[in-house]
């Protein structure tokens, strides 16, 4: 993945423009469709195979750059500043590495004094592993 992220960043080769809050992306929609079933629908149903510009709402940039970073690496810096915004899109776009990154996060980060919120959370967000780790922790805080 090392030679691709490289041309990504030089903006070679690249055959897509994803742009949100008015920036701009420069990505290989084959790299997307591998990481996320969302992107694979993006570039081949939703759109027209010329198209080459997609406008992606409802995420911020700093977050969708996590997000590409993560379709090329593999890794992706989860911290407690940026994993509920973080694990929002990652569910909505269907990036799962990304998901899976960010429940470890929570699942580590588990407390008495944050279980509520968290199983909250987990009430809109399907993550059966968190509420069942999340569950002694809020039976002991009642």
């Known amino acids: 993945m090392t030679v691709y992220n490289e041309l990504r ?32 629908v993006l570039f081949t149903r939703w759109s027209t195979p010329d198209c080459q510009v997609f406008d992606i709402p409802n995420v911020s940039a700093d977050v969708m750059k996590l997000l590409i970073d993560f379709a090329y690496t593999e890794y992706v810096p989860v911290t407690q500043e940026n994993v509920q915004e973080l694990f929002i899109a990652a569910d909505r776009y269907n990036v799962m ?17 944050n279980c509520i919120g968290i199983m909250k959370f987990t009430d809109i967000y399907y993550t059966p592993e968190i509420k069942k780790q999340g569950f002694p922790f809020h039976a002991k805080s009642l």
């Open 9 to 40: 960043l030089q903006k070679k080769l690249c055959d897509a423009v994803i742009r949100v809050e008015n920036v701009e992306f420069h990505v290989h929609k084959i790299i997307l469709c591998n990481c996320s079933p969302f992107f694979q």
């Open 97 to 113: 590495g990304v998901v899976r990154a960010c429940c470890d996060l929570l699942e580590q980060q588990l407390a008495p004094q």
